[in-house]
């Protein structure tokens, strides 16, 4: 697979990218999975901006993250 690794803060706005990995411990792993977040997963960003919420569109659907949550998810664009 080609492309880069970054912090889905940092994907450029709507940009389509693929979930790799969530950094953050088991708890937020299972939250981020319940809401249909897993490894392969393509979204795309709506909105990003520091220190505010992050919009990702996945599907036909759309979820607001926190900036912090946002961070801890990496993504190949």
Do not use: D, W
């Not at 693929?18 to 319940?34: C, F, P």
């Not at 993250?65 to 961070?71: D, F, R, S, V």
């Amino acid at each position: 697979m080609k492309g880069q690794i970054l912090p889905l803060t940092m994907v450029p706005l709507y940009r389509e990218a693929t979930l790799v990995a969530i950094t953050g411990g088991r708890g937020l792993r299972m939250r981020l999975t319940e809401m249909g977040l897993n490894e392969g997963t393509k979204l795309r960003i709506i909105h990003s901006s520091f220190p505010g919420p992050c919009v990702i569109a996945v599907g036909n659907g759309r979820l607001v993250l926190g900036y912090g949550m946002a961070q801890k998810i990496l993504v190949r664009i």
